[in-house]
């Protein structure tokens, strides 16, 4: 694996996982702890003479385990380079031990002073290394670490952080305390999960992989926590359609939502149905709003239903029910939304209609895929946001738990829970994505793949991941006042690689195999 390549495995590990990896790499295929240490040394410093290749002030900043021994390293090779560097340690020198005591000793035989954290040093440097925690951060950070986390983020110069960003909870995201906010960080041996979700992508940066030449071996006894999506998806689940296909094998997609003064919930999921190849899309709604919205998009039919018993021979056409956007919480909306959950078919709520559920949780159910933010996850599982953000992973086991079926808990790194307890994360997307609206077009995307065939794990996982790469597609024009509009117009393109947009924006080979 080539560091800084883009390149990124699919596979995501928790932190105890990892150390495992490490200690089967070292006790079953005898590689000397030393080694690796070496090597995660060489692929760091690889990578920041990649990125910052004018860089020629460097300054590292250790701690006393490990993860302070791979900085040590980094600043022996730049010495051999070259370049002016400068050493800062974090905690006293009697504390480390092993391997990182080998790699301290062997800088200081070339030349190397190791320092105090100086502010003005680290003003100084073309590039910072952060080598002060990796993944074995157990508790509080000490009141000392703290201090000098705050003093390389105040620093404003790039950081090159080496495994993780220090401070951050590699199985989280999450930064308890405080973390250092890194330009890019280069993990090894196993994509931590952390990275991916929460606060991780905010401090992690750029994330670069090298696997340091663990054999293949090692990793068949450990297995991942998680899956990273991937544009693969795309491939294997959107088939090329037949020559003689009509309307009727496409599904019909029902979306049911739109009380009093909010229509546009139901135009931008059922426009985004539409989109990503429904053969027909139904919308049931308030009867006020039928002439507004057929005049908007003519190719989507709409109802307008007061009631129950004209919601029902809606239901009975329907392939697949989204309910949800715009749905309110008024008396009508909870008759409507009772009437669509007595249907059998496969379903999506979204919205109020996840609100509706915290209310009176119904018994679990397997065909169909809930979509919270995490404040409606926070309603449905009796938590605060904080708690669910805490631990999305967590979060999301717990809703699908409770619920059944098939749970997408949006956000920074969306995490995706289903029946066969595995656990997707999506890597894709961009804060653009964070604007009123963006949830119903993945509610209407999500529908259609059901609509289509899918089922609803496939359906889950595809569209979130063709939602977050239309959002990127479309903060190509800039993230800050990215609306959902310009998400659905992206759709098109993003489930028709070959046609309108070069396949590297789209399929580009760095998001690796799902």
Known sequence: ?????????????????????????????????????????????????????????????????????????????????????????????????????????????????????????????????DALLGTGLKGELSDEL??????????????????????????????????????????????????????????????????????????????????????????????????????????????????????????????????VGAGLVSVATRSAHIASLNAGRPEIMYHGVGTEEDLQPLLEKATVVAAGPGLGQSDWSKKILNAALATKRPMVIDADGLNLLAQSPPKPREEWVLTPHPGEAARMIGQSVADVQNDRFAAARELQERYGGVVVLKGAGTVIATPDLAIAVCTAGNPGLATGGSGDVLTGVIASFIGQGMPVKDAAYLGVQVHAMAGDLAACDGERGMLAGDVVAQLRNVVNPEVGQPADLVMSPDQGEF
């Open 1 to 129: 694996m080539i560091p800084g390549s883009g390149i990124l495995p699919t596979q995501l590990y928790q932190a105890g996982q990892v150390q495992r990896l490490d200690r089967a790499a070292i006790e079953q295929f005898q590689i000397p702890g030393e080694v690796l240490m070496e090597r995660a040394g060489a692929a760091a410093f690889a990578l920041l003479c990649t990125r910052w290749p004018q860089a020629q002030r460097l300054c590292v900043v250790c701690g006393v385990g490990n993860n302070g021994g791979d900085g040590y390293v980094v600043a022996r090779l730049a010495k051999a380079a070259g370049l002016s560097v400068r050493v800062m340690q974090v905690g006293g020198s009697e504390r480390i031990t092993g391997d990182a005591s080998t790699m301290r000793k062997k800088l200081l035989a070339v030349g190397v002073e190791i320092g105090q954290v100086s502010p003005s040093g680290l003003a100084q440097a073309d590039v910072i290394v």
């Open 146 to 275: 703290v201090r000098a986390i705050a003093t390389v983020n105040s620093a404003q110069r790039p950081v090159l952080s080496i495994d993780i960003p220090s401070g951050l909870n590699a199985d989280t995201g999450q930064a308890p305390r405080s973390a250092i906010r890194a330009t890019a960080t280069l993990t090894f041996i196993g994509l931590k999960q952390g990275l991916f979700t929460a606060s991780g992508p905010e401090y992690a940066g750029f994330v670069a992989f090298d696997a340091l030449a663990v054999p293949a071996g090692a990793y068949r006894g450990v297995p991942s926590s998680a899956t990273r999506l991937s544009a693969e998806l795309l491939k294997k689940l959107l088939l090329p359609r037949r020559r003689s296909a009509n309307k009727g094998d496409f599904g019909h997609s029902l979306i049911i939502g739109g009380d009093l003064g909010m229509c546009g919930a139901v135009r931008l999921a059922s426009e985004s149905a539409a989109r």
